[in-house]
């Protein structure tokens, strides 16, 4: 009886080490560098955007431009016309141009700033959690800056669809890449 009884107890301790193991990233160490989400170009790419949080929902119009100087630009405004913020992107410096007065908060800023950055710019410390022909899930950071992107919809290689999540946050972000047009 009390060799069953250690027995069970070594098998749950045992059950309890692998569970509590963290998984593997299928990218390698965290500090390779992993390709940059979204390559902006010289014409206006343009994406549905809804933005959730808490209770809060915004949905609106997304618009990245890289300019001759190697600038990115993001603007996003509703469809009403509303602005929403304009930022620029050049190397990893990351300028507000322009915000709408409730997002102005800096730690909301720095957030949008590490998720710009994932999205357009070569990713350091960024992990690929699984990937397959059809979906890729990448996590950044720990804590309250943890991020996650889900990206789907592959066309030649770039993904229609971005879900950016902050789980402890409850804000997520969902970017629809919308038809160029042949002009």
């Given at each position: 009886?009390k060799?069953s009884?250690l027995?069970?107890?070594?098998i749950?301790?045992l059950y309890?080490f692998?569970?509590?193991?963290s998984?593997k990233?299928?990218?390698g160490?965290?500090?390779?560098?992993?390709?940059p989400?979204i390559c902006?170009e010289e014409?206006?790419?343009?994406?549905?955007?809804q933005?959730?949080?808490?209770?809060h929902?915004?949905?609106?119009?997304l618009i990245?431009?890289?300019l001759?100087?190697?600038e990115i630009?993001?603007?996003?405004?509703?469809?009403f016309?509303?602005?929403?913020f304009?930022?620029?992107?050049r190397e990893n410096?990351?300028?507000?141009?322009s915000?709408?007065?409730p997002?102005?908060?800096k730690?909301?800023?720095?957030l949008?700033?590490?998720?710009?950055?994932?999205?357009f710019?070569?990713?350091?410390n960024?992990r690929?959690k699984?990937?397959?022909s059809?979906?890729?899930k990448?996590?950044t950071?720990?804590?309250?800056?943890?991020s996650?992107?889900?990206?789907?919809?592959?066309?030649?290689g770039?993904?229609?669809q971005i879900?950016?999540?902050h789980?402890?946050l409850?804000l997520?972000i969902?970017l629809?890449k919308?038809?160029?047009?042949p002009?």
């Amino acid at each position: 009886m009390k060799q069953s009884f250690l027995f069970a107890n070594l098998i749950f301790i045992l059950y309890l080490f692998t569970s509590c193991s963290s998984s593997k990233t299928i990218a390698g160490d965290a500090t390779s560098y992993v390709t940059p989400i979204i390559c902006a170009e010289e014409y206006s790419q343009k994406y549905n955007m809804q933005l959730d949080f808490m209770k809060h929902h915004f949905s609106g119009l997304l618009i990245v431009r890289k300019l001759p100087d190697n600038e990115i630009r993001i603007l996003a405004s509703t469809y009403f016309g509303l602005s929403l913020f304009d930022f620029s992107l050049r190397e990893n410096e990351f300028h507000v141009n322009s915000c709408i007065e409730p997002m102005k908060k800096k730690k909301i800023l720095l957030l949008l700033e590490t998720d710009f950055k994932n999205l357009f710019l070569s990713g350091k410390n960024i992990r690929i959690k699984k990937k397959s022909s059809t979906f890729e899930k990448r996590v950044t950071g720990r804590g309250f800056g943890k991020s996650v992107f889900y990206l789907s919809e592959f066309t030649s290689g770039h993904p229609k669809q971005i879900k950016i999540k902050h789980p402890w946050l409850r804000l997520s972000i969902q970017l629809d890449k919308l038809k160029e047009n042949p002009n």
